[in-house]
């Protein structure tokens, strides 16, 4: 008796049991600074007069003021439209190398795959910090050794650190370090493709365009959707490339990012209230964009399937 | 995916950051009776100074035994990071004893109620020090929120054999540095004389303190925001031109470029502060011993004063369990002659306490100036014509904005006027939305 109703507690209890852990974690770092992110968005400072000496300052209830403030304030608008732009450059880009890279590594006629593949990968491995400084030692037309070469030949040299040119410049990071990891992703889903497709498609006739066209493209897209998906969130959250590169330039504004906004409120200006305002707003635009293009993605998936 | 990862390195630091200075705080919390003027006491400080840990092994084998008051070094980040930090932990109760700060955070850190009043303690320790230096650790009150430690007195520094080769004359007033500046770009148009940076406002604010700008002033229970007076928008303008007509150059200090820049000739000048012969000795390496110093440019010949650039105290937060034992540590560290050798040869600081200005570990002068044997000569006379400064409590936010208003128009070279101009809105729109009471 005693043994077995001891086996039906436990048996019960053995599913909190599992999640404790967990949720615990979870609970403790995950929903409560969210938890305390939110609660600082809804309060600020008061301060009284000359705001010296204590009992001066203290925290009230703002309601949405935080919010209507980072909404209204033209910076982050400017900031998202940057991002965006980046990002059109960007993403496109980044995925396109990507896939066409996958393409040919699994293809049969390349040579030297395996280490292709991994100098393809290898900037993926460093730190986005130091690819950004990096890269922008090589941006400084006054210790570039690309700007020699160029001076040398008597080209145009392009300012790499202003206007269009930083979109390039920023965007030629984040391709550099990026492209390795996706055609990584989009790869190992090609080769989980049944040899069984290609010889079918061969048998059919099908050239090796036609078949990466109509039969590898297709059959990685959920591939080339996870890509994309965590490419959009990188875009709207770039900020150790524009901020490494900010020192150098004074193209580069501390408010350059949404992030980099963010930034600047909670360390350059002490205001954590507006931070953690701003980090609301690009957390939700974050999951709204991003679950919103793979609801868009599924659906069609869907559709494709009942057809 | 990466900025999935990097974003979660961003979240995972700013919990860290927080969590370290909690912490960081308990380790070094003091465990004894609150308003022990000495005695047994453990104190933490949190400073960025260099070598900073063995100029406190002195105070913990000396006097600091004696009173049983021992100091832990606890190494931290420069400027506005630490500020913030400070805070943080202040508002998790968590502070450490004593804190460094710059002189223009103080005004912050005391709105926030983050240093305690120590005047009782050291209030002593004013005799020690020039008028106007003093006068910013007390905002004009009659409290005393830290004890000066460093100060920057501003200079010209100027390549002596280029000068020389371009035959041009140290300039007496700011309107001969126009005209060197000029004159050397008809000489050699690759050459600049020196480049307007927006990349650090401690300089912008330097040379507009010497042209007698006084940015933060109280007027009874209101503030008076004065970023966009006369004397600084004289300095905006000054500038601006120079940039506009191309006659120095517009990109920023402390990058490769500019270290390139220094160390092969093609920026001949730098206006810079006391501290710039270590920033020179890393930034252009090849040009030891070719460089002088000279007083900064006026406005008018017959004035003599210089701002100051960059500067820093000690401070005892209001966290702090041994107030008194703190204040005796500052006051030591800052007026000790001993200790005062000691941060000068660890810290490579030029000490705030004037007779410290003469003392022996200044009769050289450094390595990379041993071409100018009266170099700390110079600098001591220098310091005595500092001319006031005025801070208030939001130095951040007109920082953060002069960054960019001025890193803009100076791309651009468009009208710093108008950079000048946000930067006095936006500073006194963040006063007000704080609930500052601001004088219009």
């Given at each position: 008796m005693?043994?077995?109703?001891?086996?039906?507690?436990?048996v019960?209890?053995?599913?909190?049991a599992?999640?404790?852990p967990?949720t615990i974690?979870?609970?403790l770092?995950?929903?409560l600074?969210?938890g305390?992110?939110?609660?600082?968005?809804?309060h600020?400072?008061?301060?009284?007069?000359?705001?010296?000496?204590s009992?001066?300052?203290?925290e009230v209830?703002a309601g949405?003021?935080?919010?209507?403030?980072a909404?209204t304030?033209?910076?982050?608008?400017?900031?998202?439209?940057?991002?965006l732009?980046?990002g059109?450059?960007?993403?496109?880009l980044?995925l396109?190398l990507?896939?066409?890279?996958?393409?040919m590594?699994?293809s049969?006629k390349?040579?030297?795959?395996p280490?292709t593949?991994l100098a393809?990968?290898?900037?993926?491995a460093?730190p986005?910090v130091?690819?950004a400084?990096?890269?922008?030692f090589?941006?400084?037309?006054d210790?570039?050794p690309?700007?020699?070469?160029?001076?040398?030949?008597g080209l145009p040299?392009?300012?790499?650190?202003?206007?269009g040119?930083?979109?390039?410049?920023l965007?030629?990071?984040?391709?550099?370090?990026?492209?390795g990891?996706?055609m990584?992703?989009?790869?190992?889903?090609?080769?989980?493709i049944?040899?069984?497709?290609?010889?079918?498609?061969?048998?059919?006739?099908a050239?090796?365009?036609?078949?990466?066209?109509?039969?590898?493209i297709?059959?990685v897209?959920?591939s080339?959707?996870?890509?994309?998906f965590?490419?959009?969130?990188a875009?709207l959250?770039?900020f150790?490339e524009?901020?490494?590169?900010?020192?150098?330039?004074?193209s580069?504004?501390?408010?350059?990012s949404?992030?980099?906004?963010?930034y600047r409120?909670?360390?350059?200006?002490?205001?954590?209230?507006?931070a953690?305002a701003?980090?609301?707003?690009?957390?939700?635009?974050?999951?709204?964009?991003?679950?919103?293009?793979?609801?868009?993605a599924?659906?069609r998936?869907?559709?494709?399937?009942?057809? | 995916?990466?900025?999935?990862?990097?974003?979660r390195?961003?979240?995972a630091?700013?919990?860290?950051?927080t969590l370290?200075?909690?912490?960081?705080?308990?380790?070094?919390?003091?465990d004894?009776d609150?308003?022990?003027?000495?005695?047994p006491?453990?104190?933490?400080y949190?400073?960025?100074?260099?070598?900073?840990?063995?100029v406190?092994?002195?105070?913990?084998?000396?006097p600091g035994?004696?009173?049983?008051?021992?100091?832990?070094?606890?190494?931290q980040?420069?400027?506005?990071?630490l500020?913030t930090k400070?805070?943080?932990?202040h508002?998790a109760?968590?502070g450490?004893d004593?804190v460094?700060?710059?002189?223009?955070?103080?005004?912050t850190l005391?709105?926030?109620?983050?240093v305690?009043?120590?005047?009782?303690?050291?209030?002593?320790a004013?005799?020690?020090f020039?008028?106007?230096v003093?006068?910013?650790?007390?905002?004009?009150?009659?409290?005393?929120?830290a004890i000066?430690q460093d100060i920057?007195p501003?200079m010209?520094?100027y390549?002596?054999d280029?000068?020389e080769?371009?035959?041009?004359?140290v300039?007496?007033t700011?309107?001969?540095?126009?005209?060197t500046?000029r004159?050397?770009?008809?000489?050699?148009?690759d050459v600049?004389l020196?480049t307007?940076?927006?990349?650090?406002?401690g300089?912008?604010?330097?040379?507009a303190?010497?042209?007698?700008?006084?940015w933060?002033t109280?007027e009874g229970?209101?503030?008076k925001?004065g970023?966009?007076?006369?004397?600084?928008?004289?300095?905006a303008?000054?500038?601006?031109?120079l940039?506009?007509e191309?006659a120095?150059?517009?990109q920023?200090m402390y990058t490769?470029?500019?270290?390139?820049a220094l160390?092969t000739?093609?920026q001949?000048?730098w206006v810079?502060a006391?501290?710039a012969?270590g920033?020179l000795?890393?930034a252009?390496?090849?040009t030891?011993?070719?460089?002088?110093?000279?007083?900064?440019?006026q406005w008018s010949?017959?004035?003599?004063?210089?701002?100051?650039?960059g500067g820093?105290s000690?401070?005892?937060?209001t966290?702090?369990?041994?107030k008194?034992?703190?204040?005796k540590?500052?006051?030591w560290?800052?007026?000790?002659?001993d200790?005062?050798?000691a941060?000068?040869?660890e810290?490579?600081?030029y000490?705030?306490?004037?007779t410290?200005?003469?003392?022996?570990?200044?009769?050289e002068?450094?390595?990379?100036?041993s071409?100018q044997?009266?170099?700390?000569t110079?600098a001591?006379?220098?310091?005595k014509?500092?001319?006031?400064?005025?801070?208030?409590?939001?130095?951040?936010?007109?920082?953060?904005?002069?960054k960019?208003?001025?890193g803009?128009?100076?791309k651009?070279?468009?009208?710093?006027?108008?950079a000048?101009k946000t930067?006095q809105?936006?500073?006194?729109?963040?006063?007000?939305k704080?609930g500052?009471?601001v004088?219009?």
């Amino acid at each position: 008796m005693t043994t077995a109703r001891r086996k039906s507690y436990g048996v019960k209890g053995a599913p909190y049991a599992f999640l404790f852990p967990a949720t615990i974690l979870f609970a403790l770092f995950f929903a409560l600074p969210i938890g305390y992110a939110v609660w600082l968005s809804l309060h600020k400072v008061q301060v009284k007069g000359l705001g010296l000496g204590s009992g001066a300052r203290s925290e009230v209830w703002a309601g949405f003021e935080n919010y209507t403030d980072a909404l209204t304030d033209s910076e982050l608008l400017a900031g998202t439209l940057r991002v965006l732009g980046y990002g059109a450059i960007v993403v496109p880009l980044m995925l396109g190398l990507a896939l066409v890279f996958a393409l040919m590594l699994d293809s049969d006629k390349v040579r030297l795959a395996p280490f292709t593949r991994l100098a393809i990968f290898l900037p993926y491995a460093i730190p986005g910090v130091v690819a950004a400084l990096l890269w922008g030692f090589l941006y400084l037309p006054d210790v570039s050794p690309f700007y020699f070469v160029l001076e040398k030949l008597g080209l145009p040299q392009p300012d790499l650190l202003d206007g269009g040119g930083l979109y390039a410049a920023l965007s030629n990071i984040a391709v550099w370090g990026g492209t390795g990891f996706n055609m990584i992703v989009i790869y190992t889903s090609l080769r989980a493709i049944p040899v069984e497709v290609y010889e079918a498609a061969k048998l059919d006739g099908a050239t090796p365009l036609q078949i990466a066209l109509k039969i590898k493209i297709p059959m990685v897209a959920p591939s080339l959707v996870l890509t994309f998906f965590f490419s959009i969130i990188a875009t709207l959250q770039v900020f150790s490339e524009p901020t490494t590169l900010k020192p150098l330039t004074n193209s580069v504004s501390t408010t350059w990012s949404p992030l980099m906004k963010v930034y600047r409120d909670a360390f350059g200006e002490g205001d954590i209230y507006s931070a953690a305002a701003g980090a609301v707003i690009i957390a939700v635009a974050t999951l709204i964009l991003s679950f919103g293009f793979l609801r868009a993605a599924n659906s069609r998936n869907k559709q494709e399937a009942a057809r | 995916m990466p900025s999935i990862t990097r974003h979660r390195r961003f979240m995972a630091t700013a919990v860290a950051v927080t969590l370290g200075a909690t912490t960081l705080a308990a380790c070094g919390g003091s465990d004894d009776d609150s308003e022990a003027q000495s005695g047994p006491a453990k104190l933490t400080y949190w400073t960025w100074t260099p070598g900073m840990d063995k100029v406190v092994d002195l105070w913990n084998e000396g006097p600091g035994k004696e009173q049983q008051i021992t100091v832990t070094v606890k190494k931290q980040a420069s400027g506005d990071t630490l500020v913030t930090k400070i805070l943080t932990a202040h508002k998790a109760g968590k502070g450490p004893d004593l804190v460094q700060a710059e002189y223009q955070a103080l005004p912050t850190l005391v709105s926030n109620d983050a240093v305690a009043d120590i005047a009782e303690e050291a209030g002593d320790a004013k005799s020690k020090f020039a008028d106007g230096v003093w006068q910013q650790t007390t905002l004009g009150s009659d409290a005393v929120y830290a004890i000066p430690q460093d100060i920057g007195p501003m200079m010209f520094y100027y390549r002596e054999d280029l000068f020389e080769k371009y035959g041009l004359t140290v300039p007496k007033t700011w309107d001969e540095f126009a005209e060197t500046a000029r004159k050397l770009k008809k000489e050699d148009p690759d050459v600049d004389l020196t480049t307007f940076s927006a990349n650090d406002s401690g300089l912008f604010a330097g040379l507009a303190q010497q042209a007698g700008a006084q940015w933060w002033t109280t007027e009874g229970q209101k503030w008076k925001v004065g970023i966009d007076d006369a004397a600084t928008r004289k300095v905006a303008d000054f500038w601006g031109g120079l940039v506009k007509e191309g006659a120095v150059d517009n990109q920023p200090m402390y990058t490769p470029a500019w270290n390139k820049a220094l160390n092969t000739g093609k920026q001949i000048a730098w206006v810079s502060a006391v501290w710039a012969p270590g920033t020179l000795t890393t930034a252009a390496p090849d040009t030891k011993g070719k460089w002088k110093v000279a007083p900064l440019p006026q406005w008018s010949s017959s004035e003599n004063t210089t701002g100051s650039w960059g500067g820093s105290s000690t401070a005892v937060t209001t966290d702090s369990d041994n107030k008194g034992a703190a204040a005796k540590f500052a006051a030591w560290l800052n007026t000790d002659p001993d200790a005062l050798t000691a941060l000068a040869k660890e810290g490579g600081i030029y000490p705030a306490a004037t007779t410290a200005q003469t003392s022996d570990a200044f009769a050289e002068p450094p390595a990379f100036f041993s071409n100018q044997a009266d170099f700390y000569t110079t600098a001591s006379e220098i310091a005595k014509t500092t001319a006031p400064s005025a801070w208030g409590p939001n130095v951040n936010v007109a920082y953060t904005t002069f960054k960019d208003a001025f890193g803009a128009a100076a791309k651009n070279k468009s009208d710093f006027g108008d950079a000048l101009k946000t930067m006095q809105d936006d500073t006194v729109a963040d006063m007000k939305k704080q609930g500052f009471e601001v004088a219009e």
